[in-house]
Each structure stands twice: as C-alpha cells, then as structure tokens.
C-alpha cells in the first residue's frame, strides 16, 4: 500500500494574528509561511511523488504552489473532506478569547464528545478525514502500484487526527500531538496495520525554544487548529 506524506500548510495570517480560521476564507500565507513553502520543493526533491492531494483552502494551495511550478506533471486532486474542521461560531475568533469559553475544557480533555456550535463535531472530522485517506490510498495503489508515495496537504487538527488513528490511539488522546507549519508527516500504510515513519519533521528546531505564551492556549493545552510554530 502506498506511503502517505503529509504536510501542514505553511504559517498563516491567522496564526500570527492568534485567529481560528477555520473555513473563513481569504487566509492566505504570511511571509514565513511563503519562505516555507519556497522550501519544501528541496525539502520533498528525494520522493517520487505520484500525486498531491489538498484541502480547498487558499492556505493550502499557497503551499503546494512552489512544488507545483517545480513539478509541472504532478496531478493536483482537491478533497474536501480533509480541510479544516468547521469550527462555526468559533471561526474568525480569537483563540486567547476561546480559552476561557466552557467548550475549551471538552475540546482539550474529551475531544470525541466536543461539537462546535454551528459547526461539526471533531468525531465527525475525525471519520471523514480518515476515510479520505482510506479511499485516497486505494485509489493510488490502483493507479500508481503498491510501492507509490503521494502526498496530501491539510491542517493541524486534520493531522493529528491522521496521526491518531495510524497509531491506534483514541480521539480523546490526539490532542497530546503536536504538528507546526509546514511541517512533514510519513504514513506507510500495509494491507495489516500502518506505520508513522515521520511526525512533525520541520527540520528546524527553533520551534522547540522556550516563547511567549500569545497564541490563546494555556501551558497544558493544545492550539486548536495547530501551533503556529517558530517565531
């Protein structure tokens, strides 16, 4: 079965600004996210990449950009059902301010029962992300051979979310990984079980230096959405 790569889109607008986008539109990369993106075309140059799959979202499609104009033949597949979580009411807010909201506790303790109003439940987002991952990987396999690697880019929660569940872990335990900016995830699937090759990889390790507590989740907790990486 084939290896999945994984990349977060890189920093955004709104995770400088400490906003949960969501699928509030126009949330484009800022500058470090488009020199991260810049970078990823030599970061990815070993992998015969079969095909890149994204989520809708302009964040995304910013950051596959580079790696498109340097593989003009890779066949570009949008997919729904891995962008952002629909956070509904929650969007566009600021995570500082939705710290203190009651659903915060739900969302970082029991992230299988929390549903956001107006928006979807992290189960749900949890289901659909991974069934697109299942359909995505029999359709490679299909097309490219069981040894083929392919590459899909999405957000934060829908990573981790992926990460769990190749893992075996609970839903209630995603919230204990952690994915920054264009960052690179390795899923090899089998026929029996998968295994996370790679978690995280931003091959840089300024993200792991102490800073300020501004992006709205509390020392225990995690960024809903995803960390917005290093400064």
Not at 97 to 122: K, R, W
Request: with cysteine; glycine share 10%.
């Amino acid at each position: 079965m084939p290896m999945l790569i994984l990349v977060r889109h890189g920093r955004s607008t709104a995770n400088t600004a400490g906003v949960l986008a969501g699928w509030t539109p126009g949330v484009a990369l800022d500058e470090r996210g488009t020199a991260q993106a810049a970078a990823l075309p030599g970061r990815l140059a070993g992998l015969p990449l079969a095909a890149a799959v994204t989520s809708p979202l302009q964040r995304c499609r910013e950051t596959l950009a580079p790696l498109l104009a340097a593989r003009p033949e890779l066949p570009l597949h949008p997919e729904d059902r891995i962008g952002e979580c629909h956070y509904g009411d929650w969007s566009g807010r600021k995570l500082a301010e939705l710290a203190d909201e009651p659903l915060m506790n739900i969302v970082q303790q029991h992230p299988s029962a929390a549903a956001f109003p107006g928006g979807e439940s992290m189960r749900a987002m949890h289901a659909r992300a991974v069934e697109a991952v299942r359909d995505w990987n029999a359709r490679i396999e299909s097309e490219h051979g069981s040894d083929a690697v392919y590459l899909m880019c999405s957000h934060g929660d829908i990573i981790k979310a992926l990460v769990a569940d190749a893992l075996g872990l609970h839903l209630d335990l995603f919230q204990r990984i952690s994915v920054e900016p264009c960052s690179v995830t390795a899923i090899r699937y089998t026929p029996t079980r998968p295994f996370l090759v790679r978690l995280g990889d931003t091959g840089d390790f300024a993200g792991l230096a102490p800073r300020e507590e501004n992006s709205g989740h509390r020392g225990g907790d995690a960024a809903v959405g995803g960390d917005a990486g290093a400064p």
